[in-house]
């Protein structure tokens, strides 16, 4: 009787059960199929950010060459017609009045061929705000040692022999916050040569083609 009275006063203690370590507690990294996951993520919005800068790059490159090449059309056309030729800049259209100056006197008359070349779209002539080809502050999208006006517009006239009327450096970009898409295009007056030039974040190179 004593016993029962003895064993019935100890306390009873509940059984205790293993705690089953949850999924969340047991996790220590990421599985390898999520990393790749995230890897596979950052290189196809990676992609995307590079197709799209090459993208502005080719359009400004491509730009550069319609200018340059417009400008070398002008010149041989001068020099065949043996007669000038004028090209007009409507910086707040971007593009260009291309006009046959049949006359030779340096202005647009009434049935003399003008014809007008937009610029590819996407671009524009813009200042360079990393400065010009000379290393003198970028301030206008036309840089010229004679600047003519015609219509009120900049000009560039080709004469007979092929030469230019004066220097001149036209600017032109496809993304005017990136230095890097920003192209020049130079005309020399003496010979009317006509060249390209790339701004590389560091300097003005010369385009091969």
Known sequence: MAADTANSQLPSVAPTIPAVPTTASRRTGFSLMEVLTVLFIIGVLSGFGYTRLRSTALRADASARLVRSTLQTQQRSAIARQSNTIVMFDTTRNGMSLVEDYNSNDTVNVGERNLWRP???????????????????????????????????????????????????????????????????????????????????????????
């Open 119 to 209: 610029m590819s779209e996407g671009t524009r002539f813009q200042p360079p705000s990393m400065g010009n080809l000379d290393g003198t502050p970028g301030l206008s999208s036309l840089q010229s040692t004679d600047l003519r006006s015609i219509n009120s517009l900049p000009a560039i006239i080709f004469r007979r022999d092929g030469s230019a009327s004066s220097f001149m450096t036209i600017y032109l970009t496809a993304r005017p916050t990136s230095p890097e898409e920003y192209r020049a295009v130079q005309v020399d007056p003496a010979t009317g040569r006509v060249d390209m030039f790339r701004y590389d974040g560091t300097g003005w190179r010369r385009m091969v083609n």
